[in-house]
């Protein structure tokens, strides 16, 4: 069993920065493949980013790439995601996940993720 937490979202001007967290409760976080997706008014949730369980196999969506970083510390339980160049389309819940079977490469294709935070609220706004 896993429990994810976000924290860090909030409202930024057009062009800041806000990274994201998700502490993870569970003694086998290190075994789970993470990735962050998104949900905006009226719309589906996306992928935004994904990490596999060591870190070594990364993968973005093409509209954040460039813009965002995931990264995650084991040690820490905890995800990241670092988000620059934010943009007002960029407004959004945001969401992690944690997946065991499917792996990192997966969790663009959707049915991703075994287990989900309760999301934390970005604002893009001037």
């Known amino acids: 069993q896993v429990q994810l937490v976000e924290s860090g979202g909030g409202l930024v001007q057009p062009g800041g920065s806000l990274r994201l967290s998700c502490a993870a409760s569970?003694?086998?976080?290190?075994?789970?493949?993470m990735g962050w997706f998104r949900q905006a008014p009226g719309k589906e949730r996306e992928f935004v980013a994904a990490i596999s369980w060591s870190g070594g196999n990364i993968y973005y969506a093409d509209f954040v790439k460039g813009r965002f970083t995931i990264s995650r510390d084991n040690a820490k339980k905890t995800v990241y995601l670092q988000m620059n160049s934010l943009k007002p389309e960029d407004t959004a819940v945001y969401y992690c996940?944690?997946?065991?079977?499917?792996?990192?490469?997966?969790?663009?294709?959707?049915?991703?993720?075994?287990?989900w935070g309760q999301g934390t609220q970005v604002t893009v706004s001037s």
């Open positions: 996940a944690a997946d065991w079977a499917r792996g990192s490469a997966a969790a663009s294709r959707g049915s991703w993720g075994d287990y």
């Open positions: 569970g003694r086998t976080f290190g075994t789970y493949a």
